[in-house]
């Protein structure tokens, strides 16, 4: 049975769709990442399987319940780390961790979070004496206090240091291994490719790709990326060009992106062009696509239509 099973739910802020028809699950002890750009509905969607918010149309199973139900036992089963959780400045950490871990009727000890989440010897500091990179540590180890079988992670390494990033990582590697069950959401590409078994990208409340991150690539790791700044002068004569390229293209504030299959193709075709009027082609590079180039290339594209294959895109 998964841990997270959601059908044809929707949600709607008057005349504004949130959520629209949205179906997916979430296997026991994977790490599930919710993608999609901001006003997409992963937060809308997050709230309801939190039981924070109530949902319109649909069915949601978070644990084997209803999150609507506002049971218990549901509550005492999850963790939360929100974006930014409100902590008073004048506490401790290990005090934070204490009242937080009264609301769990199992908790972990204080001193293995705090070692969990790299903040080992720094139990009896006052909060606001922290950086922030630290401070946002203790918004994980409150998500963790209650020892959760399913943890919910908004964007948990936003204000970290590359150092304290791969440290997080290491803790939701930890935290996988231990059959432990995560639902992430993240704008850091390299995060979601490292750490999520299965993703889920939302545009305007609907599924727009889903899959592995190898899947996510799909038809992408047979296409090359070729991208150059577009010379602004030469903007009347765009369209004649691209429609000779037979990849993928579009300008965009004066960047030139070709998704192509036959990269020596239209690069013959985008550099003969150029030599032919005598400009540059500046920052001109081929490379393959990588999962953030993948996630801009469905948000821009998609026509807001569920594809039916994982890693499928829509092209608008």
């Not at 959601?6 to 949130?18: E, F, H, N």
């Amino acid at each position: 049975m998964p841990a997270v099973a959601v059908s044809g739910l929707s949600k709607s802020y008057g005349d504004v769709v949130a959520v629209d028809d949205l179906s997916f699950t979430v296997e026991r002890g994977e790490v599930f990442a919710l993608l999609g750009p901001n006003g997409a509905g992963k937060s809308t969607t997050l709230e309801i399987l939190e039981g924070h918010r109530s949902r319109d149309g649909g069915a949601v199973d978070v644990l084997g319940r209803d999150p609507g139900d506002g049971h218990r036992e549901l509550r005492d089963r999850i963790g939360i780390v929100l974006q930014e959780v409100g902590i008073e400045r004048e506490l401790t950490v290990r005090e934070v961790l204490e009242h937080y871990g009264a609301c769990y009727s199992r908790r972990l000890p204080v001193g293995e979070v705090l070692a969990l989440v790299g903040l080992d010897g720094l139990g009896d500091r006052r909060t606001h004496r922290l950086s922030g990179g630290q401070k946002r540590r203790i918004d994980l180890a409150t998500g963790l206090i209650g020892d959760p079988d399913l943890l919910f992670l908004d964007e948990p390494t936003t204000g970290f240091d590359p150092s304290a990033r791969r440290q997080a990582w290491a803790v939701v590697d930890g935290l996988r291994s231990l059959g432990k069950t995560i639902l992430l959401t993240s704008h850091y590409m390299d995060e979601v490719e490292a750490l999520a078994d299965r993703v889920l990208v939302i545009v305007g409340g609907r599924v727009v790709a889903r899959g592995t991150p190898a899947e996510l690539r799909g038809d992408a790791d047979r296409e090359s990326l070729i991208r150059a700044r577009f010379p602004v002068e030469e903007s009347g004569t765009v369209d004649d060009l691209l429609g000779r390229l037979v990849g993928r293209s579009s300008v965009r504030n004066g960047l030139l992106e070709v998704w192509t299959p036959a990269p020596t193709t239209d690069l013959h075709h985008l550099t003969g062009w150029a030599v032919e009027r005598g400009t540059a082609l500046d920052g001109l590079e081929v490379s393959r696509p990588t999962l953030e180039d993948i996630y801009l290339d469905l948000i821009s594209q998609s026509d807001g239509e569920e594809s039916s294959e994982p890693g499928a895109t829509h092209n608008g």
